[in-house]
């Protein structure tokens, strides 16, 4: 659950870009800040290898602004999706509070989205908790690749029983960044509101 | 919910600022953050001639994710953990030391702040935050309401469209 500070009236919740290699999780936070007016965020941190894959995550802090006296701020983190980094994926979703699934439409990728959201599920219960009890985003990204995959297909294998809320995007241009970022943002702060 | 919330208000955030005060004054170092696991800021404290910080929350988010991979370095080594960090550079050091199981205590110095009395000092500092926080846990649970979340949803609009 986020971190709240009373006496310096503040929210922090934490954001995280899940999915497998180069799906496009860093190209939604650079995009985000990229967009976002500088006096709203912070600096976003990358720690890379060489080839620009993140190495253990990319960190952005994002403003909100006021609600109700509180400052309200998200940190939105991307976890490394190369699959022998599953140590740093399972550090960075320490204390998650909502997740987007960021979703390669790529034909010979099929089978490493459904690895990915099965390493989610397991990272998640080593955490001691239920998928379904974190607020997750589905991002279909790159649809704009030649032979992009339907999604439907893609959402057979991720979400068979379409329970998430699902967004198509083209991260490198922006194309649905906001609106999946949206998406999630509200549906950690509605259950920050339940008292969840 | 993966890890409980640390809700640091009123009279516990008050004793929380006068002890990084105390722990300032006594070590001589620049900054002072307490840091929760989840790597936000819960409080911080910077000496009066101290240069201007760098930026904080990437400082926390920083020393918070060193801080669970270095743990998990422990586990894997065979030990529960590894309580403290020191991290030192030419003209300056990091120190982290954990603060019971939900928080870590950080210190940036210069060159003319010797280690040991920093060690010193935070120690008995951590005593008393550990304490702080533990009570922090038996704390009512926060309240926000649909009020909030209207608000919340009118910022959203505001800032993504």
Redesign the interface.
């Known amino acids: 659950?986020?971190?709240?500070?009373?006496?310096?009236r503040e929210i922090?919740c934490?954001i995280v870009y899940y999915g497998p290699g180069m799906s496009g999780k860093t190209t939604n936070l650079k995009h985000v800040f990229s967009k976002?007016p500088a006096q709203?965020r912070?600096?976003m941190?990358s720690l890379a290898t060489e080839d620009e894959r993140t190495l253990?995550?990319d960190?952005l802090?994002l403003d909100?602004?006021s609600?109700?006296g509180?400052k309200?701020r998200f940190?939105l983190y991307t976890v490394p999706g190369q699959v022998f980094y599953n140590?740093?994926r399972?550090?960075?979703?320490?204390?998650?509070d909502g997740i987007v699934f960021v979703a390669d439409s790529a034909p010979n990728r099929l089978r490493a989205n459904a690895e990915s959201m099965r390493n989610l599920r397991e990272n998640?219960a080593e955490?001691?908790?239920d998928v379904r009890?974190?607020p997750i985003v589905l991002q279909v990204n790159k649809r704009d690749i030649e032979g992009a995959l339907p999604t439907d297909m893609i959402r057979a294998v991720i979400d068979p029983k379409k329970e998430l809320t699902l967004f198509e995007a083209t991260a490198h241009n922006g194309g649905g960044v906001?609106?999946t970022?949206?998406s999630v943002?509200?549906l950690v702060?509605?259950r920050?509101?339940?008292?969840? | 919910?993966?890890?409980?919330?640390?809700?640091?208000?009123?009279d516990a955030?008050?004793r929380v600022?006068r002890h990084l005060e105390e722990l300032l004054a006594a070590t001589g170092v620049r900054y002072c953050l307490l840091v929760?696991?989840?790597?936000?800021v819960?409080?911080h404290k910077e000496a009066l001639w101290a240069p201007r910080p760098p930026?904080l929350?990437?400082v926390a988010?920083?020393v918070a994710?060193n801080a669970?991979?270095t743990a998990?370095l422990a586990n894997m080594l065979g030990e529960r953990t590894f309580s403290e960090q020191t991290h030192q550079g030419e003209n300056g050091t990091l120190y982290v030391e954990s603060v019971g199981d939900s928080a870590l205590l950080t210190l940036i110095f210069d060159g003319s702040v010797p280690l040991g009395r920093v060690k010193v000092h935070t120690k008995k500092t951590i005593g008393q935050l550990a304490a702080i926080l533990k009570e922090l846990q038996d704390a009512p649970?926060?309240?926000?309401?649909?009020?909030?979340?209207h608000?919340?949803?009118a910022?959203?609009d505001?800032?993504?469209?």
């Open positions: 659950m986020s971190t709240i500070n009373f006496a310096a922090n934490k976002v709203l912070g600096e941190v253990f995550f960190f802090p909100l602004g609600v109700q509180f309200t940190h140590a740093s399972k550090l960075i979703l320490r204390g998650v998640l955490h001691g908790i009890d974190v906001f609106e970022l949206k943002s509200r702060l509605d920050l509101a339940q008292n969840k | 919910m993966i890890e409980p919330s640390l809700a640091l208000y009123g955030f008050e600022d929760d696991r989840k790597g936000f819960l409080s930026a929350d990437s988010t920083l994710s669970a991979a998990a649970p926060i309240q926000l309401g649909e009020d909030f979340s608000g919340a949803t910022l959203l505001d800032l993504f469209g």
